[in-house]
């Protein structure tokens, strides 16, 4: 038992400093937070397979690394195209680019028309996720709360979706 409160003990007392090894390796708030966690109940459901005279600390900053390794190896892998296509021709078809950056510059338009007839309490959310900011930002920014912010997008979500069926 007591080297039970001693492990827990340990793990609690190296939190802050992995939290800025875990900042260090993502580069992102919610994401350290997420990979302190994971690290954390990663340590405690395998905590039968530390060795008290080991380093502890060393032994749990690898078990985030390798958390953070294998989450990047899987989003990598996942973003992964195989190309199964007969031949392969179509790779490098010779394309129309006049036509295609006409047509690209009319959707734009389109879709630019169609995001500012929605209201601002839609349009603004919306537009701030596109460009990148997180859903606690967001509200932060607009003094909304996150549901509030996440249901927003969400509708806005639906509603383009809706709006541009038969664009195309």
């Known amino acids: 038992m007591r080297e039970c409160r001693t492990f827990i003990q340990n793990l609690l007392n190296l939190q802050e400093e992995l939290r800025l090894f875990a900042l260090k390796l993502t580069a992102d708030h919610e994401q350290a937070n997420d990979l302190l966690q994971e690290t954390s109940l990663k340590a405690l459901d395998n905590e039968d397979k530390y060795t008290p005279e080991t380093n502890f600390k060393g032994w749990i900053f690898t078990i985030m690394r390798n958390i953070f390794i294998n989450d990047y190896r ?3 892998r996942d973003q992964t ?3 199964t296509t007969e031949g392969l021709y179509y790779l490098s078809r010779p394309r129309d680019l ?3 950056s006409t047509e690209l510059t009319y959707d734009m338009k389109e879709i630019h028309r169609i995001m500012s007839s929605l209201p601002n309490e839609y349009r603004i959310p919306f537009g701030m ?3 990148g900011f997180k859903y606690r930002e967001i509200a932060q920014k607009l003094s909304l709360p996150i549901g509030t912010v ?3 997008i969400f509708f806005t979500r639906q509603q383009l979706q809706k709006l541009l069926k038969d664009f195309r």
């Open 74 to 76: 899987k989003a990598v």
């Open 81 to 83: 195209f195989a190309d």
């Open 98 to 100: 006049a036509y295609e």
């Open 129 to 131: 996720h596109l460009h």
């Open 150 to 152: 996440k249901s927003r």
